[in-house]
């Protein structure tokens, strides 16, 4: 029996994914027929981006899941005409961009770089940097990507901790949870990372009271969603010193509108929501292992908890 799974995100994804899809697919012995143009009564799966054009489900009669091909199902989660099982992606080609941009920020500030990349008056300053072991990095956020990042900046001898909603185990990685657990975690975070979903939950979970807790001079870094900060607070506590600095990779709106005080501060760098991209050739792996889950009555990997939002 062929299966219908329609791809419903934007022609350059297509063209990333149509290979490698079909590859995963037929690894599987699933028969299917992929295409961006199956009429919607006939679709068995749809390989989903929330930026393309298929908005009302209700068409999609026979549709047995949503496949999303991004770790964010905020701009899906909540849609109304959405009635069957809802899959985010978890990418090990993304987990391990993601993994390469934390670290590769966090090190940017745990060494000093930026005074000796932007030097123009050639100052001679040698200033001594503190070994990894006596630097905190706390990462918000222990998913997928958090505890990726958390386990590879232990493993540098970076003085890990981790916070998320329920109890982890990681270990010699100090955890923390729930809104004590985030308080007394955000006390000693010389750097934090966000890695948290956008949900009710964690809506400004960075604003004035939760950013005076962490230490003078903190480093804030943000590759999870724009509005798990409280932007304005941030510029607040930048400008007063409190907060050294924020790298921010997302943002309440994008692109950022060039008016965004983020430009200009001498004390944000931004960079275009570039710190993990899906993979075709490993997300295709997921996504057809998924297919065939729901062809042999397995339960779904990843399935999005829609009413925590995550
Ligand atoms: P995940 O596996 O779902 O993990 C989410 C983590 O956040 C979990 O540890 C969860 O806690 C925790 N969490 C959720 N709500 C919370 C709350 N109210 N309080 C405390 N902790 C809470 O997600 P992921 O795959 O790691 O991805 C994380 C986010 O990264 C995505 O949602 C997306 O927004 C972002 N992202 C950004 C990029 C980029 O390029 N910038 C790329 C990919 C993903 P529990 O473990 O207790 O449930």
Redesign the pocket.
Known sequence: MTVNILFAATDARWEDYRTPLATALSARGINAHLATDIPAPDVDYIVYAPNSTVQDFRPFTRAKAVLNLW??VENVVNNPTLNIPLARM?DPG?TQS?TEWVTGHVLRHHLGMDAHIHNPDHKWAPASVPLAQERSVLIL??????QSAARTLHGLNFNVSG????P?DLGPIKTHHGAAGLDTALQSAQIAVL?????R??DNLLNDRTLALMPKGAILIN???GPLIDDTALIRALNSGHIGHATL??FRMEPLPDAHPFWAHPNVTVTP?????TKAATASEVIAENVYRGENALPLLHLVDRARG?
């Open positions: 770790a964010g978890v993304m993601m956020g222990l998913g997928a990507l958090g916070w998320s909603r329920t982890k890695l948290l979903p956008d949900t939950a964690t590759p999870g969603r990779d997302v929501h570039i710190a993990a991209e995550y």
